[in-house]
Nanobody, 115 residues
């Protein structure tokens, strides 16, 4: 079975930084992209960043220039480096595979940006 385990969230002040990790296990053969999503209270889940097998990166306009997605294939881990955090970034962050989403999402990791 595929398992998705997100970690690294927490409470941070505006302007601060966090690095999120997504550890994947099980068979993920056939996935050609890894992504980070977030869902704020009362809002739909949105894709904020993804990286392809070829290394191409894409970001939502709301996070472009502040977030960086990367992966370590040897560790089966995808990272999201978040800098210059804003209160609007407050959400539960999840990982999954854009274009071939695994139907059972992880618990996510809470990111709260507040003074």
């Amino acid at each position: 079975q595929v398992r998705l385990v997100e970690s690294g969230g927490g409470l941070v002040q505006p302007g601060g930084s966090l690095r999120l990790s997504c550890l994947t296990s099980g068979s993920i053969f056939g996935r050609n992209a890894w992504g980070w999503y977030r869902q704020a209270p009362g809002k739909e889940r949105e894709l904020v960043a993804h990286i392809t097998r070829g290394g191409s990166r894409n970001y939502a306009e709301s996070v472009k220039g502040r977030f960086t997605i990367s992966r370590d294939n040897a560790k089966n881990t995808v990272y999201l480096e978040m800098n210059s955090l804003k209160p609007e970034d407050t959400a539960v962050y999840y990982c999954n595979f854009p274009g071939f989403e695994y139907p059972y999402w992880g618990q996510g990791t809470q990111v709260t940006v507040s003074s």
